[in-house]
């Protein structure tokens, strides 16, 4: 068998190449053309890259007797990703009614999807129940009784997993971190067995069918991982030796991280889900444990090398001090991670992907009124006002995390494949913003 691709460990998408222009391609599309005919700042999705992405994870998994992968929707999400995954077979990790709503709307099969997150509504537990089998990740015990109240009102099963904090930290930000003790996501080993003594009292409204962990995002090693399979390993063995319970299924969680710079050195995706499938393996064989059904959860390492940002250079300016700034037209609102925890990018110059480098960099400011609205801050491109920037690596929690600061509205988000180029997300106008907006009457006199 042919090297299995695994696009997080590239920085561009795997379509990408350079005409005979100088320009970036992907796709088999020229970006200026597409910047040209979709206007900038554009958001652009290489089709090709998502697929190569989750046939790794496919892959890597297939030795396993029985697994899914959930793409977790919050790193990109619209209509479009969410067809494209169901055709793909995967399932989806959704954390807002918007989320399942938008997987409902494009007919994602319900048994498929799992309803995580550490606030749940009313109105979303309901929603859940309501769209059919949809496996809901319980995060405190408040929440298993509102979920068993509501199962109950509307005369239905709810089939729960728990989310555990396995306090295993991986290689990460502080703010992307999610399995250390203070997290404020999942149930604390010790509250385990008093929550699963809860589960078993209440009536059958409630199903606790598995357990499952988030260590955290943009993760590249391994270790944290084993750590926190045996940890859930060892609660499988416990509560079928003190409840007589076999839980038949473990999520691991997703947050695989992707190459953003030269010096990112994530595990390729396809090893990646070999080394956990084979790991859950082991770990549940020395235990002498069936082999429960294995889920994971990737988002970024599914959608990130996918995106790229087409960005208009707009100003230049030199400071006495020799810092050079290069004015986009997007920025922190469009892609908040630099500012919100410092994420840092690779760029191009995408009309003249062979320009030398320069020995000094540049800094690629934003637009936006925050003086950290800097995109890359130390950039070594010879870029002049008017070029087209590329940057790389924003398939994931870019268009998801997105805002209207300074009253702008979000970009268009095109999908490449096969040489054509599909608007999934229209561009916002300033009408879109304005739409949502009331004036109270005694304004108006
Ligand atoms: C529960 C859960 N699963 C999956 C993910 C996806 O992580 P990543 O995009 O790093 O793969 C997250 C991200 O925060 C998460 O909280």
Same mark, same amino acid.
């Given at each position: 068998?042919?090297?299995?691709?695994?696009?997080?460990?590239?920085?561009?998408?795997?379509?990408?190449?350079?005409?005979? #222009?100088?320009?970036?391609?992907?796709?088999?599309?020229?970006?200026?053309?597409?910047?040209?005919?979709?206007?900038?700042?554009?958001?652009?999705?290489?089709?090709?890259?998502?697929?190569?992405?989750?046939?790794?994870?496919?892959?890597?998994?297939?030795?396993?007797?029985?697994?899914?992968?959930?793409?977790?929707?919050?790193?990109?999400?619209?209509?479009?990703?969410?067809?494209?995954?169901?055709?793909?077979?995967?399932?989806?990790?959704?954390?807002?009614?918007?989320?399942?709503?938008?997987?409902?709307?494009?007919?994602?099969? +319900?048994?498929?999807?799992?309803?995580?997150?550490?606030? *749940?509504?009313?109105?979303?537990?309901?929603?859940?129940?309501?769209?059919?089998?949809? *496996?809901?990740?319980?995060?405190?015990?408040?929440?298993?009784?509102?979920?068993?109240?509501?199962?109950?009102?509307?005369?239905?099963?709810?089939?729960?997993?728990?989310?555990?904090?396995?306090?295993?930290?991986?290689?990460?930000?502080?703010?992307?971190?999610?399995?250390?003790?203070?997290?404020?996501?999942?149930?604390?080993?010790?509250?385990?067995?008093?929550?699963?003594? *809860?589960? $078993?009292?209440?009536?059958?409204?409630?199903?606790?069918?598995?357990?499952?962990?988030?260590?955290?995002?943009?993760?590249?090693?391994?270790?944290?991982?084993?750590?926190?399979?045996?940890?859930?390993?060892?609660?499988?063995?416990?509560?079928?030796? /003190?409840?007589?319970?076999?839980?038949?299924?473990?999520?691991?969680?997703?947050?695989?991280?992707? @190459?953003?710079?030269?010096?990112?050195?994530?595990?390729?995706?396809?090893?990646?889900? #070999?080394?956990?499938?084979?790991?859950?393996?082991? /770990?549940?064989?020395?235990?002498?444990?069936?082999?429960? *059904?294995?889920?994971?959860?990737?988002?970024?390492?599914?959608?990130?090398?996918?995106?790229?940002?087409?960005?208009?250079?707009?100003? #230049?300016?030199?400071?006495?001090?020799?810092?050079?700034?290069?004015?986009?037209?997007?920025?922190?609102?469009?892609?908040?991670?630099? $500012?919100?925890?410092?994420?840092?990018?690779? +760029?191009? $110059?995408?009309?003249?992907?062979?320009?030398? @480098?320069?020995?000094?960099?540049?800094?690629? %400011?934003?637009?936006?009124?925050?003086?950290?609205?800097?995109?890359? #801050?130390?950039?070594?491109?010879?870029?002049?006002?008017?070029?087209?920037?590329?940057?790389?690596?924003?398939? %994931?929690?870019?268009? /998801?995390?997105?805002?209207?600061?300074?009253?702008?509205?979000?970009?268009?988000?095109?999908?490449?494949?096969?040489?054509?180029?599909?608007? $999934?997300?229209?561009?916002?106008?300033?009408?879109?913003?304005?739409?949502?907006?009331?004036?109270?009457?005694?304004?108006?006199?």
């Amino acid at each position: 068998m042919p090297p299995v691709e695994s696009p997080n460990t590239k920085i561009r998408p795997s379509s990408s190449s350079i005409n005979d #222009k100088g320009h970036l391609v992907i796709g088999g599309l020229d970006t200026v053309d597409l910047a040209e005919q979709f206007g900038t700042p554009l958001w652009v999705m290489d089709e090709t890259t998502i697929t190569a992405a989750v046939a790794a994870y496919k892959e890597g998994l297939s030795a396993y007797p029985d697994s899914l992968v959930l793409y977790a929707g919050k790193a990109f999400l619209c209509l479009s990703m969410c067809h494209l995954l169901r055709r793909h077979g995967i399932g989806l990790d959704v954390v807002s009614g918007g989320e399942l709503h938008t997987a409902c709307q494009a007919s994602f099969p +319900a048994e498929n999807i799992y309803l995580h997150g550490n606030n *749940k509504s009313e109105g979303e537990i309901r929603q859940a129940l309501i769209a059919g089998n949809v *496996k809901i990740v319980v995060d405190s015990e408040s929440e298993l009784s509102l979920v068993a109240s509501i199962a109950r009102q509307l005369g239905r099963r709810a089939r729960i997993l728990l989310r555990l904090i396995p306090g295993v930290e991986p290689d990460t930000h502080q703010h992307i971190v999610t399995g250390h003790e203070e997290s404020k996501f999942g149930l604390a080993l010790t509250d385990l067995f008093p929550v699963v003594r *809860k589960i $078993i009292s209440l009536d059958s409204a409630v199903e606790l069918i598995g357990l499952h962990s988030h260590i955290g995002s943009q993760s590249h090693a391994m270790e944290p991982y084993w750590q926190m399979i045996d940890i859930l390993a060892d609660c499988f063995v416990d509560l079928q030796a /003190s409840f007589g319970l076999r839980l038949s299924q473990i999520d691991v969680g997703g947050g695989l991280g992707i @190459a953003y710079n030269d010096n990112d050195r994530p595990t390729p995706i396809y090893e990646w889900a #070999k080394g956990i499938a084979e790991h859950v393996t082991s /770990s549940f064989q020395q235990r002498c444990l069936p082999l429960p *059904k294995l889920l994971v959860e990737p988002g970024r390492s599914i959608a990130g090398t996918a995106g790229v940002t087409l960005y208009r250079a707009g100003h #230049k300016k030199r400071l006495p001090s020799g810092l050079t700034y290069l004015f986009l037209d997007g920025g922190m609102a469009d892609n908040p991670r630099p $500012i919100t925890y410092d994420a840092r990018y690779t +760029a191009a $110059i995408a009309n003249r992907m062979n320009a030398p @480098a320069p020995l000094t960099p540049l800094s690629l %400011a934003g637009r936006y009124c925050e003086s950290g609205d800097i995109i890359i #801050k130390e950039a070594f491109l010879s870029a002049e006002s008017g070029d087209l920037i590329a940057v790389f690596g924003t398939g %994931a929690y870019n268009l /998801s995390m997105a805002s209207n600061y300074n009253r702008t509205g979000r970009p268009a988000c095109i999908l490449l494949s096969a040489g054509k180029a599909e608007i $999934i997300v229209e561009r916002e106008t300033v009408d879109d913003l304005l739409r949502q907006d009331r004036v109270p009457e005694r304004l108006l006199r």
